[in-house]
């Protein structure tokens, strides 16, 4: 594991110690024990019936999303994540919930050896993709992990928005469209993006913005055929202080700043043969 993967693992392990606890409501834990979703309304617009599928989420945290599939009529749920403590908090939940899903500790990259299945969906959203350094080879492992016809659903932040700030009621760019592997940008934020007061005690991460052809030509490389990509202006964080809240957990920029997108989504198939 890079250095920065480890980095990132401590400060993932420290946020699901919050998030497991969450008391601001983002992640909508009583829903879910009670049988319900945590999903936002534009993911749950998108992915279409799930009834009777074989569902992986990768860098599934802690595993309300996953819980919350097998809740929509999946037939089978599986959530994978580096994180031991996100993994730990995943199965407490299913527990709790009394939801079967099975949850795997591993890296993104070892999930074909890690989990030794196939499926008919892989469900990655919302903070993903950008902790990882090479999005090649994430397109080849969401390959790996389908059945032929089996679909990729990708629900993530923006590249645009990852290159600007919000400064002086305007958006200024400020990062590069994309970041090489061996430079990625460093943060060191003292608290999570749920709201919650706690502090972080490992603030230190480490992310990559990779550009929308970069993920849609590493899709086809990996034998993939893109059914849709859409763009949108809003997504489930605080991004910006300036943002506003639009209901449901969703924010969008205020009157007055450039409309840019927001956040991305790509259905795409795993082709035959």
């Not at 969703?250 to 991305?264: C, D, V």
């Amino acid at each position: 594991m890079s250095e920065f993967a480890k980095a990132n693992l401590r400060n993932w392990d420290n946020r699901a110690e919050l998030h497991s606890s969450d008391t601001t409501g983002t992640y909508r834990i009583v829903q879910v024990l009670a049988g319900g979703s945590s999903l936002n309304p534009l993911e749950a617009s998108e992915i279409g019936d799930v009834t009777g599928k074989d569902i992986v989420h990768l860098q599934c945290h802690i595993g309300l999303d996953t819980l919350s599939l097998k809740h929509l009529g999946a037939k089978s749920v599986t959530g994978l994540d580096f994180s031991p403590k996100a993994i730990a908090a995943a199965r407490a939940f299913a527990e709790r919930a009394g939801t079967p899903a099975r949850f795997v500790e591993a890296s993104v990259y070892d999930a074909p050896q890690a989990l030794g299945e196939t499926y008919d969906m892989v469900f990655v959203t919302w903070g993903a993709i950008n902790w990882l350094d090479d999005i090649f080879r994430w397109a080849e492992v969401v390959s790996a992990l389908l059945r032929p016809g089996g679909r990729l659903y990708l629900l993530e932040g923006h590249p645009q928005l990852g290159q600007v700030e919000a400064r002086n009621g305007t958006l200024e760019l400020a990062y590069h469209w994309r970041t090489p592997s061996a430079e990625p940008l460093t943060w060191d934020d003292a608290q999570t993006y749920t709201g919650d007061d706690r502090q972080l005690t490992h603030t230190r991460c480490y992310e990559w913005i990779h550009p929308l052809s970069d993920i849609v030509n590493a899709l086809i490389r990996a034998g993939m055929s893109i059914d849709h990509l859409n763009e949108h202006e809003i997504v489930v964080w605080r991004a910006f202080a300036d943002v506003v809240e639009l209901g449901d957990d969703q924010f969008a920029l205020p009157e007055g700043y450039p409309k840019i997108p927001m956040s991305f989504s790509i259905a795409a198939t795993k082709r035959a043969g």
